[in-house]
Antibody
Framework: QVQLVESGGGVVQPGRSLRLSCVAS????????MHWVRQAPGKGLEWVAV????????YYADSVRGRFTISRDNSKNTVDLQMNNVRVEDTAVYFCAKGVGHNYGNPLDHWGQGILVSVSS | DVQMTQSPPTLSASVGDRVTITCRAS??????LAWYQQKPGRAPKLLIQ???DLESGVPSRFSGSGSGTEFTLTISSLQPDDFATYYC?????????FGGGTKVDIK
C-alpha cells in the first residue's frame, strides 16, 4: 500500500532554514508528480509546491516562491522541501502528497500524516 | 491565479439529511475539480475527481456535479462518519488552489 512519511519538522526561528523530507513507498515513485500542501493551525489547506515525475519542472505558490525549493530523488523515493528565510506565517502542518498523474495539474490521492513546522522566536 | 470560493463555511445538519456544498471558481476550470474530506488531526482524503468521478471505496451517497465555474458536492443521506470538513480543489493550472472549506457539524 502507498505510504508517505514526512520528517524534519520542528521549531525554527524567523529568517532561518529548515528542510522537510518525505519518503514514499508502495508505488512506482518516478511516475508521479509529488506535492507539498500545508495547513496553518485552525485554517484551511494551502498548496505549496509540486515537482513533476522526473524532477525537470517544479511550481510554487506565490507565498513561498523564491524562499522554498522542492526537489526529488527518484533513486531514493524521496521528495524534499527546503524552506529558507522562514516567516511566522509559515507555521503549519506540512503534508507530502502524491498526484494522480505524472505532471503538475492533478488531484492528490495519497497523503502523508503531516509534520508540524513552528516558526517562532 | 484561480480563486475558489466555497459555501457555506459551516453547515449544521442531522443524520439522514441531504447536504449540498457549493464551490465557485473565479474562471472556468472545465471539469478539473476535486473534493476532499478531512477529519480533525487527519490528512485529507480524496473523494471525487474530474468533478463527478467517485474514488474507489467512497460511498455512493457522495456525488459531485458541475463544470466551468460552478460545482457541487452532495451527500444524499448524511451518516455519522460524514461529519468533517470538505474542501474543493481546482487543478486546471500550475498552481493548485483549494477552497476555504465547509465544516459539516451536528445540528
Amino acid at each position: 500500500q502507498v505510504q508517505l512519511v514526512e520528517s524534519g519538522g520542528g521549531v525554527v526561528q524567523p529568517g532561518r532554514s529548515l528542510r522537510l523530507s518525505c519518503v514514499a513507498s508502495g508505488f512506482t515513485f518516478d511516475r508521479y508528480g509529488m506535492h507539498w500542501v500545508r495547513q496553518a493551525p485552525g485554517k484551511g489547506l494551502e498548496w505549496v509546491a509540486v515537482t513533476i515525475y522526473d524532477g525537470s519542472n517544479e511550481y510554487y505558490a506565490d507565498s513561498v516562491r523564491g524562499r522554498f525549493t522542492i526537489s526529488r530523488d527518484n533513486s531514493k523515493n524521496t521528495v524534499d522541501l527546503q524552506m529558507n528565510n522562514v516567516r511566522v506565517e509559515d507555521t503549519a502542518v506540512y503534508f507530502c502528497a502524491k498526484g494522480v498523474g505524472h505532471n503538475y495539474g492533478n488531484p492528490l490521492d495519497h497523503w502523508g500524516q503531516g509534520i508540524l513546522v513552528s516558526v517562532s522566536s | 491565479d484561480v480563486q475558489m470560493t466555497q459555501s457555506p463555511p459551516t453547515l449544521s445538519a442531522s443524520v439522514g439529511d441531504r447536504v449540498t456544498i457549493t464551490c465557485r471558481a473565479s474562471e472556468s476550470i472545465s471539469k478539473w475539480l476535486a473534493w476532499y474530506q478531512q477529519k480533525p488531526g487527519r490528512a485529507p482524503k480524496l473523494l471525487i475527481q474530474e468533478a463527478s468521478d467517485l474514488e474507489s471505496g467512497v460511498p455512493s451517497r457522495f456525488s459531485g456535479s458541475g463544470s466551468g465555474t460552478e460545482f457541487t458536492l452532495t451527500i444524499s443521506s448524511l451518516q455519522p462518519d460524514d461529519f468533517a470538513t470538505y474542501y474543493c480543489q481546482e487543478y486546471n493550472s500550475h498552481s493548485l488552489t483549494f477552497g476555504g472549506g465547509t465544516k459539516v457539524d451536528i445540528k
